[in-house]
């Protein structure tokens, strides 16, 4: 057997090729000749290579344009806001970027919280008002023009851009890795859910926040992920896994400095309106919704739900439907779940055999968030877009997933459109079974994480790269001296081997 190595797999540094080091990507690029041989290409040289224009790098941007794009017309025909006959649930078109610019009472010139309660963290609801007051203006001077279709127009833009700029951010972060960016471009839930909602905003905010940390800007960092979780929670979490790395390698000033600057960006965007009593009370609304809100379409426990109601007593009530008959306590299961999820994933980063990267754990937290959730909103899976870029780069398992994200897309609509006429378009087994799909796919994206967590040889982005490129002063650092007495403690308390048992000849 050759023990040679082959570039871009066993050699950190040399420029990744996915048809060499992706085994799903290989297998497919033997239907136009197999993998890209050596002498293919000048692009990958350090010195005289052959300049051309279609780079790694551009091919992945122009593919998120391209993608943006379909998704645009995809969404076109609810863009007029003429949504009779169910059409945006026939259609797949429905979004709330317009059905909320008049429910938040945009369309009147209503400022968000001081006029109208707002059902998101602030930077969403100044973000909204940022684009959507100025529509009202206009559109007051020339009634002619079509306000919600100009607000939904407005925000693709500026949404699609945060959607190109964190493939930027994605393709700076893997230099060598260029076409990792790909399945953030390519992804199918990127086609289907980029302007549901206003995602993309935290999405943008937090891959800079990430890229700042990257660069060794703890306080830059700290601003930006601040901004990112004042658009969309999620973002905070990310500040969990660095502090848990900065701990393993006593990079500890780092962190807090990070973390600081992040409280003191969330306190900053929020007491504006927390404060004034013109205000508080529409501040307020995200927090009192989040806290009734009962079990949601797609979660772990509407499946939970939907069984109770197949097994067991119908007249008696299962462990799931009483959970949502009493909110606090699903609330208070929920963030118990979460906690010990993220127990065990810090306690996997300080004892793993070799320090996870910044990325491997951030996508653990966030998928774990949303698994124990009681609330997995369709576009909810733009979040781990950019993380599974950054913690496993592989297509195999990154498609399947994206496969039960389409199916779970499709049987939503049927859903909505049934809950909408009353006649169902499909048993709710079928969608029961989608969001069972989804969340097992999560899961074993998760699992496939933790193994190579642990077995790091099995790490594509180690095979280019000596450490962690995302992690900044983490990068490249020794472990703490704690963890090395720890270690060298454990080795002297374990009992040595039995010996051997002679056996008669």
């Known amino acids: 057997m050759s023990t040679q190595s082959t570039p871009g797999i066993d050699e950190p540094g040399v420029p990744d090729h996915p048809s060499r080091s992706d085994g799903f990507v290989r297998g497919l690029s033997g239907l136009i000749g197999g993998p890209l041989g050596d002498h293919a290409t000048a692009r990958d040289r350090q010195s005289g290579a052959e300049r051309r224009f279609w780079t790694a790098v551009r091919i992945v941007l122009a593919l998120t344009c391209l993608t943006l794009a379909l998704h645009w017309v995809q969404k076109s025909p609810c863009q007029d806001g003429a949504w009779v006959d169910n059409k945006q649930y026939t259609r797949f078109c429905y979004t709330d970027v317009l059905a909320l610019y008049y429910a938040e009472r945009l369309h009147e010139g209503a400022v968000p919280y001081r006029d109208h309660p707002v059902e998101y963290p602030v930077l969403t609801g100044y973000f909204m008002g940022a684009l959507g007051l100025p529509v009202h203006a206009v559109g007051e001077g020339n009634p002619q023009i079509n306000q919600g279709q100009w607000f939904y127009n407005l925000n693709v833009l500026v949404l699609g851009a945060l959607a190109v700029a964190t493939v930027a951010v994605l393709l700076s972060l893997r230099r060598r890795r260029p076409w990792d960016a790909a399945l953030f471009a390519l992804a199918p839930a990127l086609l289907i859910t980029a302007t549901v909602n206003w995602d993309l905003l935290a999405i943008g905010l937090g891959a800079f926040g990430l890229l700042a940390w990257a660069r060794s800007r703890p306080v830059l960092a700290g601003i930006l992920l601040g901004l990112a979780g004042a658009a969309k929670m999620w973002p905070l979490f990310i500040l969990g896994p660095i502090l848990v790395l900065a701990f393993r390698t006593a990079r500890l000033r780092a962190a807090f400095t990070a973390i600081g600057a992040a409280v003191v960006t969330v306190l900053a965007v929020n007491l504006p309106v927390a404060i004034p009593e013109a205000t508080r009370d529409g501040w307020k609304r995200f927090f009192e919704l989040n806290t009734e809100r009962p079990i949601d379409w797609g979660t772990l426990w509407y499946i939970g739900r939907y069984l109770d109601g197949k097994v067991g007593d119908p007249a008696s009530m299962g462990p ?35 320090r996870p990267r910044l990325g491997q754990l951030a996508f653990l937290v966030v998928a774990a968030f949303l698994i124990f959730s009681k609330v997995w909103s369709q576009q909810f899976v733009l979040w781990l877009l950019p993380l599974v870029v950054l913690a496993r780069p592989k297509w195999g398992a990154f498609l399947v997933w994206q496969a039960a994200e389409v199916c779970y897309f499709v049987a939503f609509y049927g859903q909505l459109l049934g809950a909408s006429t009353g006649r169902p378009v499909f048993p709710e087994g079928v969608f029961v079974l989608a969001a069972s799909l989804r969340l097992t796919t999560v899961v074993v994206l998760c699992v496939l994480v933790i193994r190579e967590i642990l077995h790091p040889e099995r790490d594509a982005v180690r095979s280019t790269y000596p450490d962690d490129p995302d992690g900044g002063v983490i990068d490249g650092a020794p472990d703490a001296p704690w963890l090395d007495r720890w270690r060298s403690r454990r080795t002297t308390t374990d009992p040595a081997p039995a010996p051997p048992v002679p056996t008669a000849t």
């Open 320 to 354: 799931f439907q009483w959970l949502d008959a009493n909110i606090p306590v699903l609330n208070n299961l929920s963030y118990v779940l979460f906690g010990l999820a993220c127990l065990g994933i810090g306690a996997l980063g300080l004892l793993a055999p070799r």
